[in-house]
């Protein structure tokens, strides 16, 4: 049964660490929430919107969050059959710049195109000021070869927000408030702001004293961090983006979303991007969600699909919090506060008796692996020793078997059998697997030396 609340002790826990960050950051206030497992377990106000602790449906602006939004209208897009993710931007909108950069390139930040618009600064002005949508970048926009590294783009994502617009055939807020807010239930989610609202602030870094930041409408922009929204609605986005929602997106989609698509910086990354979705390694978990900022407000939403945990955290402060690092803490004091309790093992309910045939110890060359048949029905191929490639498979009508991560993610396994029916090896991408170390009775690539092993 899920566990509706927090032990006291992790309650504080949180509370003094959103405290902490609020008052070294010097933020006027921050309202934070966590999840577990769909279901919001705290929540809580520090500092002050309008002389009162700001409470879950106080709105601020959530910055770059609302590139994600952007990103589920562009995947419905996809689940209509509507776009190819492959598709150059050019074949849907052909005026628009960029239009050799194809759809999955934008969405992973790799098309190469600039990271901003040309000046002046785009977060403090009129949008009025880009009116056409090739006013939001000059001739020199190409950066880096399309395809070749990560280059975040906020220009990018206001190209996606176009394609909404033009394959929709409405606004984005039309179209936000009909395929996302609506069947979530997030009533207080908007292009602008509406009461009761944060200002935001910009804190003197020698003084404490505040500077009110200019609130700007960022037109063709405004996919790029226009909304604005509360701690309550965005618990119903994150419960979606780790669940998916059937009036929605569906789960396949969704983990699509936070899959690696942009090739990692460093030898040993510790945050990526997938599909309108940051990746973020934080004490040996993987958390997928977005972090924002626009002058005035931070934001972050980061979930643990493994631990099946998410955080939300707001403020009204241009900057001196790190407000990603903020929110994986609230993830990683719950998880490690009130670790999870592993659902009861529970054999096959029936199964193929066939398929135990294929299971134990089999040899790629002198290499050893393991082949085991699970609860759910799915295969788990792993390295008996060490570390090594393995893999989760699942059964195909054809009688095959698919990889479904790993070094043999999409890859397929088959049986292959002798005349008499008996096991000959399993094929994995080419790769041979026999029941004994070049098993010399198998059709190993290559043939097995016939005076087989021997001494020195």
């Keep these: 049964?899920?566990?509706?609340?927090?032990?006291?002790?992790?309650?504080?826990?949180?509370?003094?660490?959103?405290?902490?960050?609020?008052?070294?950051?010097?933020?006027?206030?921050?309202?934070?929430?966590?999840?577990?497992?769909?279901?919001?377990?705290?929540?809580?106000?520090?500092?002050?919107?309008?002389?009162?602790?700001?409470?879950?449906?106080?709105?601020?602006?959530?910055?770059?969050?609302?590139?994600?939004?952007?990103?589920?209208?562009v995947l419905r897009l996809r689940e209509e059959g509507l776009i190819d993710l492959d598709d150059q931007l050019s074949r849907h909108l052909p005026d628009a710049p960029a239009g050799s950069a194809t759809i999955f390139q934008l969405l992973a930040h790799t098309s190469g195109v600039a990271a901003e618009t040309p000046a002046p600064w785009w977060e403090r002005t009129p949008g009025d000021l880009r009116p056409e949508l090739g006013d939001i970048l000059d001739d020199d926009y190409r950066k880096h070869p399309a395809g070749h590294r990560f280059h975040y783009s906020n220009p990018g994502f206001a190209l996606l927000g176009a394609l909404v617009e033009r394959l929709r055939g409405q606004s984005l807020e039309q179209v936000l408030q009909r395929e996302i807010l609506t069947p979530l239930g997030m009533t207080r989610t908007s292009l602008l702001p509406q009461a009761p609202h944060a200002l935001g602030w910009a804190v003197h870094p020698w003084a404490d004293v505040l500077l009110p930041e200019p609130t700007e409408d960022a037109g063709r922009l405004a996919p790029a961090g226009q909304l604005w929204s509360t701690i309550t609605d965005l618990c119903r986005f994150a419960a979606f983006l780790a669940e998916g929602h059937p009036a929605v997106l569906p789960a396949a989609a969704v983990e699509l979303m936070r899959t690696a698509a942009s090739p990692p910086d460093g030898d040993q990354w510790?945050?990526?991007?997938?599909?309108?979705?940051?990746?973020?390694?934080?004490?040996?978990?993987?958390?997928?969600?977005?972090?924002?900022?626009?002058?005035?407000?931070?934001?972050?939403?980061?979930?643990?699909?493994?631990?099946?945990?998410?955080?939300?955290?707001?403020?009204?402060?241009?900057?001196?919090?790190?407000?990603?690092?903020?929110?994986?803490?609230?993830?990683?004091?719950?998880?490690?506060?009130?670790?999870?309790?592993?659902?009861?093992?529970?054999?096959?309910?029936?199964?193929?008796?066939?398929?135990?045939?294929?299971?134990?110890?089999?040899?790629?060359?002198?290499?050893?692996?393991?082949?085991?048949?699970?609860?759910?029905?799915?295969?788990?191929?792993?390295?008996?020793?060490?570390?090594?490639?393995?893999?989760?498979?699942?059964?195909?009508?054809?009688?095959?078997?698919l990889g479904l991560d790993g070094y043999y993610a999409g890859e397929t396994l088959r049986v292959v059998r002798r005349a008499d029916g008996t096991v000959d090896h399993l094929d994995l991408g080419s790769f041979v697997f026999t029941r004994t170390p070049y098993d010399a009775g198998a059709d190993v690539p290559g043939g097995v030396d016939p005076a087989g092993w021997r001494g020195r």
């Design 1 to 73: 049964m899920p566990e509706t609340t927090l032990l006291p002790a992790t309650s504080r826990a949180l509370l003094h660490r959103i405290a902490t960050a609020q008052t070294q950051g010097r933020a006027p206030s921050m309202t934070a929430a966590v999840l577990r497992d769909g279901a919001r377990v705290w929540s809580e106000g520090y500092g002050l919107v309008d002389g009162a602790v700001p409470g879950d449906d106080t709105q601020y602006r959530i910055g770059s969050l609302t590139k994600t939004f952007v990103a589920v209208l």
């Design 270 to 401: 510790e945050g990526g991007y997938g599909l309108g979705l940051q990746l973020k390694r934080d004490h040996g978990r993987i958390l997928a969600g977005h972090t924002g900022s626009m002058p005035g407000f931070l934001a972050v939403l980061w979930f643990s699909p493994t631990e099946r945990i998410a955080a939300v955290v707001l403020a009204n402060t241009t900057s001196g919090i790190s407000i990603g690092g903020l929110g994986a803490d609230l993830v990683r004091i719950v998880c490690e506060h009130e670790p999870r309790i592993p659902e009861p093992w529970q054999p096959l309910a029936e199964f193929d008796p066939a398929l135990l045939e294929l299971t134990g110890p089999w040899y790629w060359g002198p290499g050893g692996v393991g082949l085991k048949l699970c609860a759910d029905g799915d295969l788990e191929l792993g390295p008996l020793v060490g570390t090594g490639r393995g893999a989760r498979l699942k059964a195909q009508p054809d009688g095959t078997w």
